[in-house]
DNA sequence: CCTACAACGATTTTT
DNA sequence: TCGTTGTAGG
């Protein structure tokens, strides 16, 4: 039978967590908040969604509209006022790190039983369902979840095992495809058929032989984690009974941005009329006929801030709402408390261009404010100095923190001229983004090893650290396996256990083979013994001589390298200690069979949970200034600041290039530039350059069209593009042709060449002293801190910045006095 | 089997 | 400009 949950019907008996609830002496425990607190500050329509009853209810809460605050007003009013059990409610959120901060906030309010809520995103809500029902779908539960970077290695394998020409079937365009067709709910078979009517043919047998890949691997990826949940709902309707029972509340947050199968599983959970054709609850020994009424749904959203089509998100989810839920009613929160009127007002000019969007105005009591503020650069470093300028001013004359300001741009790679200009003038700032620790190469490399120890049926990882460090076992060994594998049907793994079975392995390759099957072995038997986390890591990591190869490394960047994996290992020992903290902290989650929770469950978080904590939290009353901060538009969502410098405003770069011939595209950024927008509270900069270098060339961008779009009595403008022409006719008075910019750009790029060739041919040790201003080829702009040694041995300390200090031996560091 | 170097190509956003 | 992939040579 399936699991038993503690709360088989409803509602449930007041008194009944305390089953669950283990003892939590704390005086938070069962706070009862009186319903004046719960209701306080709100607004009317607030206070409506938060008490409502009954019907699937839709928040339509534009941005700033106080939507958190519903959200967790309301968890907190159905645990203390309704008397919800706090396991029976299910919130969905978008981030882990909102999941963390909801739990928290609620807890605030009822005290610890809210730990026991499921807060979490779509993904992990998933992995925790087939986690209980393991058995149903013929996975091992030491399954490894596959990450987009996984997925595309695996991609990348399938294609050449098929043969197909990479330039005509990109393995990265394959995969969107079958991603699609997974958030589709289409199976390999269900696509292949459709493929079969004249539609890509390889893409199919790509997506077939992937999935198969996976199944060998026991493996899952991001989107067979929805895909799989809503099949098992829908093959085995006493499951689904089950969970409906369970959840009795589903509260989803950023509705606009889920994707068919996240809307199908809402379904699934959550719809009125799911027919039971089969009576198959009746025949699973549930109590008789007895109809189990749909859980109580709430969705909160905002079409205009639907951002995520790319990959997938539906915006007709939110936009049919009251469709797919007939008796649904819907709450509109217009009302903002963030931002100036200015300011709401530029973002409801910006947004009202798109089409078929439902009306919606944002509007504020808080006055109007400080005008928007524009810039027109000359260039990208111009548009960052006078944003650094900019924010050191208004730090002097409004006693603005550092921390109170965001800069946002489209795309990462705009961060690098921020940084090199920040450290330039030694102002701090923070990067949230951009290579995130877990890519990072010696990140999953060890993370690979960890989860061969737990699944070695997982090939990718396996072929990944097979020679990793080196260890003399190169391409032809590893073919030799391959072809053992196929020949006696058994896994990868299996074949190297028997390598000597394996025709044509060098006697050589063969000794390297067996090393690397005992580390493997030794490593797993400390896994079966139970052992923590962070010792079977660091032991993996010595053993294999992987971190002995990084530290004899010459290269200043396995430094770096080594102190991540040591962050690594921290991170490891942390979830060692406290397990329970974070997302998977349900005491009704009992561990199932396989290898011991510990390991697996920290892949398991590792794989789920990008790395939020990179994230500024909600700004500190302390006055402690704090950094700036510097994130791409997607990754401010969500968040708010004083002060936002909206940079890059040229068509082209924003919006992008890609969008400018689709119109769905080109409203998606619109919907962002309106994210960008709405994120001000207090002062808005927009910014734009005339020349901006993109991957070396430069090119001359035109203003983005959302500037035109802003009304233009809102903006300020410190500079315009007749400033800048008036400079340019005067700097460069040759007449332009396109030729003339063709060679100018070759004249540079080759002088740069010939200078660096010359410098390293001199060897040429730049004479330094601490407090110098420097540039290295690899970390950018940094200052020298401290020197030492002399002639040929003299080693700089120097401080990157965001890339830390490093100690660099001058007579091969790259680096150039400036 | 490994290293070094050259050529190439690709550059949006991410749970 | 970057990082990855392919190739040649040790």
């Not at 920040?422 to 989860?451: S, T």
């Amino acid at each position: 039978m399936t699991a038993q949950f503690p709360i088989p019907g409803l509602p449930t008996p007041p008194g009944a967590d305390s089953l669950v609830d283990k003892g939590d002496e704390s005086p938070r425990r069962r706070r009862r908040p009186s319903r004046e607190e719960l209701l306080e500050g709100l607004n009317e329509p607030q206070r409506e969604a938060v008490v409502h009853e009954g019907t699937p209810l839709l928040v339509v809460a534009g941005a700033g509209s106080g939507k958190t605050r519903v959200l967790t007003r309301r968890i907190a009013w159905l645990i203390s006022e309704r008397d919800a059990h706090p396991g029976s409610i299910l919130a969905i959120t978008f981030t882990n790190k909102a999941a963390a901060e909801m739990r928290e906030r609620v807890s605030e309010l009822v005290g610890n039983r809210a730990r026991i809520m499921w807060v979490s995103t779509f993904h992990s809500a998933c992995v925790r369902i087939l986690r209980k029902e393991i058995d149903k779908f013929g996975f091992k539960s030491s399954f490894t979840i596959y990450d987009a970077a996984d997925s595309k290695r695996l991609m990348t394998l399938v294609c050449r095992d098929l043969d197909l020409d990479p330039k005509q079937y990109p393995p990265r365009s394959i995969l969107n495809w079958v991603s699609n067709a997974k958030n589709e709910l289409q199976d390999h078979e269900d696509a292949s058929k459709d493929a079969k009517n004249g539609l890509e043919e390889k893409y199919a047998a790509a997506y077939t032989l992937y999935q198969e890949r996976l199944r060998q691997a026991n493996a899952l990826d991001f989107d067979d984690l929805l895909m799989m949940t809503v099949h098992l709902f829908r093959a085995f309707p006493e499951v689904r009974e089950t969970w409906r029972r369970r959840f009795r509340h589903v509260l989803v947050d950023e509705y606009q941005d889920t994707n068919h199968a996240q809307y199908a599983l809402i379904h699934e959970l959550c719809a009125d009329s799911l027919e039971d054709p089969l009576g198959l609850s009746d025949g699973a020994g549930t109590s008789g006929g007895e109809r189990i009424p749909p859980a109580e749904l709430m969705v909160v959203g905002d079409a205009d801030q639907s951002i995520y089509a790319f990959r997938g998100a539906n915006i007709r989810n939110i936009l049919d709402f009251e469709q797919d839920f007939p008796s649904a009613e819907t709450i509109l929160l217009e009302q903002n408390y963030r931002s100036t009127q200015t300011i709401l007002t530029a973002a409801n000019a910006v947004i009202s261009r798109n089409d078929g969007r439902k009306p919606k105005n944002l509007w504020t009591d808080s006055g109007a404010g400080e005008r928007i503020v524009g810039y027109v650069a000359d260039n990208e470093h111009d548009e960052a100095r006078f944003i650094a300028e900019e924010i050191d001013k208004l730090g002097d004359e409004g006693g603005t923190r550092p921390s109170d300001v965001a800069v946002f741009y489209r795309t990462n790679a705009q961060s690098r001229v921020f940084e090199e200009i920040f450290i330039r003038v030694g102002m701090a700032y923070k990067v949230v983004g951009g290579v995130r620790f877990y890519e990072r190469r010696e990140v999953r490399d060890a993370l690979a090893y960890l989860r061969v120890l737990v699944n070695p049926d997982d090939q990718v990882s396996l072929r990944r650290i097979l020679n990793t460090p080196k260890r003399g076992i190169g391409e032809r060994a590893e073919a030799c396996i391959e072809g053992l594998a196929q020949r006696d049907r058994i896994t990868f793994w299996e074949a190297l256990q028997k390598a000597e079975d394996a025709p044509g392995v060098a006697s050589r390759s063969l000794n390297a083979i067996r090393g690397f099957v005992e580390l493997i072995e030794q490593l797993q038997s400390m896994v079966d013994a139970g052992e923590r986390a962070d010792v079977i890591l660091e032991q993996a990591l010595t053993r294999s001589g992987y971190l002995k190869e990084l530290e004899d490394s010459e290269d200043p960047q396995d430094e770096t390298r080594v102190e991540n994996l040591a962050e690594l290992v921290a991170v490891a020992r942390e979830f060692a200690d406290d397990p329970q903290a974070g997302p998977s902290a349900d005491p009704a989650d009992v561990p199932d069979d396989g290898p011991p929770p510990g390991l697996r469950d920290f892949l398991e978080r590792v794989a789920l949970v990008a790395d939020s904590d990179q994230i500024p939290d909600a700004p500190d009353g302390e006055s402690a200034p704090g950094v700036v901060t510097l994130m791409t538009l997607h990754t401010a969502k969500g968040l708010e600041f004083p002060v936002v410098f909206l940079t890059g405003l040229e068509d082209g770069v924003f919006p992008h290039l890609r969008s400018l011939g689709d119109k769905p595209e080109l409203e998606e950024e619109r919907r962002l530039a309106y994210v960008g927008v709405t994120r001000a509270r207090e002062r808005l900069y927009i910014s734009r350059a005339i020349v901006r270098s993109a991957w070396g060339a430069p090119s001359h961008n035109p203003a983005s069209r959302f500037i035109d779009e802003l009304p233009i009595d809102l903006v300020d403008w410190r500079r315009t593009a007749d400033d800048q022409a008036v400079w340019s006719r005067q700097t460069y008075s040759l007449p332009q042709s396109s030729q003339r910019r063709g060679s100018l750009t070759f004249g540079t790029s080759a002088a740069r060449a010939d200078a660096s060739k010359k410098a390293s041919a001199a060897r040429d040790i730049p004479n330094l002293d601490p407090g110098d201003r420097v540039n290295h080829d690899t970390f950018g702009l940094g200052t020298v801190v401290a020197l030492e040694g002399m002639g040929d041995n003299s080693v700089a300390s120097i401080d990157f910045g965001s890339e830390g200090v490093k100690r660099l031996l001058l007579r091969y560091a790259p680096v150039e006095k400036l």
